[in-house]
């Protein structure tokens, strides 16, 4: 039987229809879902990590560093008592409520429970100084704010009298403000809400929402300015969990070992849920398939928690992934024969995930590579992982062909918060590693090929230029910004995604850069610094690389080098190092061993895209030092500050001809 083609497929997912595909509100979505799948586990949560309020006379207290779950009719009742505490706080229909915290099963909770209580939700990121906190809350007036615990409180406590809020409820114990009449537990509040619930009032509250209500004030990470507040409501995101669903759910004509969104389906959850892509993807979406979510602790802990969680898949951004397989190269290290079988084991997968169809000799080389490297792998990763999905920048294509190779396919989507947030995404029936996938259903697309030089794209196949976007998931615009918004539409109603994307054969999309980002040399040639970082991807020797050179007469870059790999290096080879992380930044022999791997990239480079010079940097850029956002994206412009320096002393010595 021939698989099906592209063209089916998408006509299909026009077509599908389910129980969880509705025209309804975020509430009732919740309620429908809980209704449904009563007794299939809704969240796991780790014991050990969190002073929980709600433990352990609400929910149940985990051992330390296990998990445990509650079932979809629990999550109902905390949901229902929560909203009803929210109520008497004070929280009325189109009240403009924050969550401050990291993900965890209460952000969620509290999440629902306010948006059934006919709240806002405004996201506030945890890394926020006091000054960004103050505005994310003052922007939107927000009259209350749910804070995980009182190390974030603090923060919130230095500029209180700078603030219009009603009312604080801290996730964790409090100690130190325990006795401040407008600060309460999340334990308060559900017991409140548990003394004055009523089934017919919480109906009511839910009945009086609108589809088009605004649901949720999502701020842009603000890489470049002041923060916008995206304004997406109930619609939206309803819109955008429908043509998701309609892409990933149990369709019929979908073959039986095509991975999908099945009741019960396990998944892990570790990114910002203060972003939209989790938000989205692993928090309505999930929820409303009856999926079960397990919080991971940390990103930190991730490889121990996905051991216990056992998920199937989970949605991450490409750092994460970069940091698997720097883990899976730091394991295969300590011996030159577990070195030599590793590499050799990566170039099966990545030969093997790029063959259409491998021949007998490859499958055998992928069946011993498995039996050596792989099958440890997916261990590692729980052992039941059918596949990952990547948003929130660039994945490297060979990254994607060595995972999709290692029998764990990563399908790549593009997104934006704007878009409440998923455009496009690989279908799991025609992966498509190096590309975004097509649109989803009910998702217009066109390239504004006026963007980008006549000259800079000669080389690739399809039409090339900003993608511009129509569909029932887009935002109307941005909250008390209507210069803004009208700047961020054409005239017709398309929205301008301010990103470079080339649409191939079958409406597939391939990221090229955000339009922002091109490097325009001196020279006048345009070069996209996002692909080349992306070939650095799986270097062992290049942690961290920001491409540089706009009106320069040629490109450079910033490198944060593995100083684990500098170490075992220079072991290796009785080199005595210096002890600073700063001083081994300047030492020749480091800059020189960094340069083979810049080397081997620049052979695969247009002849002006080529690093001709570069200085390292000895410190990680992080979303705590403010170096990226935290969907783990590069603030540029930080970087270049932080290292100013640097940036000064790559361009003083010029080479004598930038083509060199």
């Known amino acids: 039987m021939a698989p099906p083609d592209i063209e089916t497929i998408r006509e299909n997912e026009r077509e599908y229809t389910d129980e969880v595909i509705e025209e309804n509100t975020l509430p009732e979505m919740f309620e429908d879902a809980a209704e449904r799948y009563g007794d299939i586990d809704a969240q796991m949560y780790k014991g050990g990590i969190y002073e929980r309020t709600l433990t352990p006379e609400i929910i149940d207290e985990p051992e330390p560093g296990?998990?445990?779950?509650?079932?979809?009719?629990?999550?109902?009742?905390?949901?229902?008592?929560?909203?009803?505490?929210?109520?008497?706080?004070?929280?009325?229909?189109?009240?403009?409520?924050?969550?401050?915290?990291?993900?965890?099963?209460?952000?969620?909770?509290?999440?629902?429970?306010?948006?059934?209580?006919?709240?806002?939700?405004?996201?506030?990121?945890?890394?926020?100084?006091?000054?960004?906190?103050?505005?994310?809350?003052?922007?939107?007036?927000?009259?209350?704010?749910?804070?995980?615990?009182?190390?974030?409180?603090?923060?919130?406590?230095?500029?209180?009298?700078?603030?219009?809020?009603?009312?604080?409820?801290?996730?964790?114990?409090?100690?130190?403000?325990?006795?401040?009449?407008?600060i309460h537990t999340l334990s308060e509040v559900y017991e409140l809400g548990e003394e004055r619930f009523d089934e017919d009032e919480y109906w009511s509250?839910?009945?009086?929402?609108?589809?088009?209500?605004?649901?949720?004030?999502?701020?842009?990470?603000?890489?470049?300015?002041?923060?916008?507040?995206?304004?997406?409501?109930?619609?939206?995101?309803?819109?955008?969990?429908?043509?998701?669903?309609?892409?990933?759910?149990?369709?019929?004509?979908?073959?039986d070992d095509v991975p999908s969104l099945d009741p019960g389906r396990r998944t892990i959850s570790f990114l910002p849920l203060a972003h939209v892509f989790e938000r989205t993807t692993g928090h309505f979406l999930m929820f409303a398939s009856g999926v079960t979510v397990g919080y991971a602790e940390s990103t930190d802990t991730v490889s121990e928690d996905?051991?216990?969680?056992?998920?199937?898949?989970?949605?991450?951004?490409?750092?994460?992934?970069?940091?698997?397989?720097?883990?899976?190269?730091?394991?295969?290290?300590?011996?030159?024969?577990?070195?030599?079988?590793?590499?050799?084991?990566?170039?099966?997968?990545?030969?093997?995930?790029?063959?259409?169809?491998?021949?007998?000799?490859?499958?055998?080389?992928?069946?011993?590579?498995?039996?050596?490297?792989?099958?440890?792998?997916?261990?590692?990763?729980?052992?039941?992982?059918?596949?990952?999905?990547?948003?929130?920048?660039?994945?490297?294509?060979?990254?994607?062909?060595?995972?999709?190779?290692?029998?764990?396919?990563?399908?790549?989507?593009?997104?934006?918060?704007?878009?409440?947030?998923?455009?496009?995404?690989?279908?799991?029936?025609?992966?498509?590693?190096?590309?975004?996938?097509?649109?989803?259903?009910?998702v217009d697309i066109k390239i504004d090929e006026s963007k980008v030089a006549d000259d800079q794209f000669e080389d690739v196949a399809g039409e090339v230029g900003e993608l511009l976007i129509k569909g029932p998931n887009v935002t109307e615009g941005y909250w008390e910004m209507p210069?803004?918004?009208?700047?961020?539409?054409?005239?017709?109603?398309?929205?301008?995604?301010?990103?470079?994307?080339?649409?191939?054969?079958?409406?597939?999309?391939?990221?090229?850069?955000?339009?922002?980002?091109?490097?325009?040399?001196?020279?006048g040639k345009n070069v996209a610094p996002e692909p080349i970082e992306d070939e650095f991807s799986t270097s062992s020797r290049v942690e961290q690389i920001m491409i540089m050179g706009d009106d320069e007469k040629f490109v450079s870059a910033l490198i944060v080098p593995n100083f684990?790999?500098?170490?075992?290096?220079?072991?290796?080879?009785?080199?005595?190092?210096?002890?600073?992380?700063e001083e081994i930044c300047e030492d020749e022999r480091v800059k020189e061993w960094v340069n083979e791997d810049v080397q081997l990239v620049n052979r695969n480079l247009e002849k002006h895209e080529t690093i001709k010079q570069f200085e390292l940097a000895h410190i990680e850029w992080t979303p705590e030092n403010d170096m990226l956002t935290p969907s783990l994206k590069k603030k540029r412009r930080n970087i270049k500050s932080e290292f100013q320096d640097k940036v000064t002393k790559v361009y003083e010595g010029e080479p004598a001809t930038a083509d060199d």
Do not use: C
């Not at 929402?209 to 109930?234: C, E, F, N, R, W």
């Not at 990103?499 to 391939?510: G, K, P, T």
């Open 66 to 182: 296990e998990y445990t779950s509650l079932e979809y009719d629990e999550m109902r009742t905390l949901v229902r008592r929560l909203a009803a505490g929210f109520r008497e706080l004070g929280v009325e229909n189109d009240d403009r409520v924050g969550i401050m915290s990291n993900p965890r099963m209460e952000w969620a909770l509290s999440d629902f429970g306010l948006l059934a209580s006919g709240g806002t939700v405004t996201t506030v990121y945890t890394e926020s100084s006091p000054k960004q906190i103050k505005y994310l809350l003052n922007d939107p007036g927000a009259t209350g704010v749910v804070v995980e615990n009182e190390y974030l409180l603090d923060r919130i406590i230095k500029v209180q009298d700078e603030l219009s809020l009603e009312f604080v409820v801290v996730i964790d114990e409090l100690e130190k403000y325990d006795d401040v009449d407008q």
């Open 205 to 255: 509250w839910i009945e009086e929402q609108d589809m088009h209500d605004l649901a949720s004030l999502i701020y842009t990470s603000g890489t470049t300015g002041k923060p916008k507040g995206v304004k997406l409501t109930h619609h939206n995101f309803r819109s955008n969990v429908n043509q998701v669903r309609k892409r990933v759910g149990p369709r019929p004509d979908k073959d």
């Open 306 to 442: 996905i051991q216990k969680i056992k998920p199937r898949g989970g949605s991450s951004v490409p750092r994460v992934y970069e940091r698997i397989f720097d883990e899976m190269r730091e394991q295969a290290s300590g011996s030159d024969t577990k070195e030599r079988i590793f590499e050799w084991a990566v170039e099966v997968a990545r030969t093997y995930g790029r063959a259409e169809n491998p021949g007998l000799g490859l499958k055998i080389k992928r069946s011993v590579a498995n039996q050596l490297v792989f099958k440890q792998v997916k261990e590692e990763l729980g052992g039941n992982v059918d596949f990952f999905v990547s948003g929130g920048g660039s994945l490297s294509k060979d990254l994607a062909d060595l995972f999709k190779g290692m029998g764990i396919p990563i399908f790549e989507g593009y997104g934006l918060t704007e878009a409440a947030p998923v455009v496009s995404t690989n279908p799991p029936e025609i992966l498509e590693t190096g590309t975004l996938g097509p649109p989803l259903p009910d």
């Open 483 to 523: 210069e803004k918004t009208e700047e961020a539409f054409t005239t017709d109603g398309w929205f301008k995604t301010g990103d470079i994307v080339e649409r191939i054969e079958h409406d597939y999309l391939v990221y090229h850069d955000r339009l922002k980002n091109l490097i325009v040399l001196d020279t």
């Open 564 to 581: 684990d790999a500098i170490r075992r290096w220079a072991s290796n080879r009785n080199i005595d190092l210096p002890n600073s992380k």
